[in-house]
């Protein structure tokens, strides 16, 4: 994957879109209004509520530029095609446990949109990383702080 290009799905890419939106209007109006007010309680130099505020503003405008890279160099990724025999990013896959039995469910995304609850999780994650170019009937073993993780893919899907 190149050096500098964010991959995301269509979905990804929205939210990142909507979060800067929100970054950009109504977060920049709220600190803005807070920064005025700490101001209009008079000296600045000795002003702890101005300078968090100040500091609030900076950490917002360094988001919001990182977000604006990010989508600048995004690839979005067209799982119309991608292989469907092989895990890749935007894949969802169905796997058994060989230890429990159990079978779980992960989609696989991009770091940004890795959210556990909803079974996505990051690619450049242990499980993520492990799962790549593997196709259907392939066992895998990977390692996690916990030890090793012994999965069999029963399907991929995108």
């Known amino acids: 994957m190149g050096k500098g290009v ?3 799905t269509r ?10 939106e929100q970054l950009k209007t109504v977060k920049r109006r709220q600190l803005s209004k807070a920064i005025g007010e700490a101001r209009a309680h008079g000296d600045i130099s000795e002003n702890a509520e101005y300078d968090a505020a ?4 900076g950490l917002n405008e360094k988001k919001v530029s990182e ?18 025999d092989e895990v890749l990013i ?29 079974n996505k999780i990051s690619v450049t994650s242990p499980v993520g990383s492990g799962l790549i170019n593997h196709k259907k009937g392939d066992t895998v073993e990977i390692k996690v702080p916990a030890g090793v993780l012994k ?3 029963l399907g991929i899907s995108r």
């Open 90 to 118: 935007g894949a969802t896959v169905k796997l058994k446990d060989i230890g429990s039995g159990e079978e779980l469910e992960y989609t696989l995304v991009a770091e940004e949109e890795a959210d556990y609850s909803q």
């Open 54 to 57: 100040k500091e609030a503003q």
């Open 11 to 20: 979905e990804g890419y929205e939210k990142l879109r909507k979060e800067l």
């Open 6 to 8: 964010t991959y995301l």
């Open 67 to 84: 977000l604006e890279e990010k989508l600048a160099t995004a690839q979005i990724l067209d799982n119309e095609n991608m292989s469907k």
């Open 151 to 153: 999965y069999k893919v």
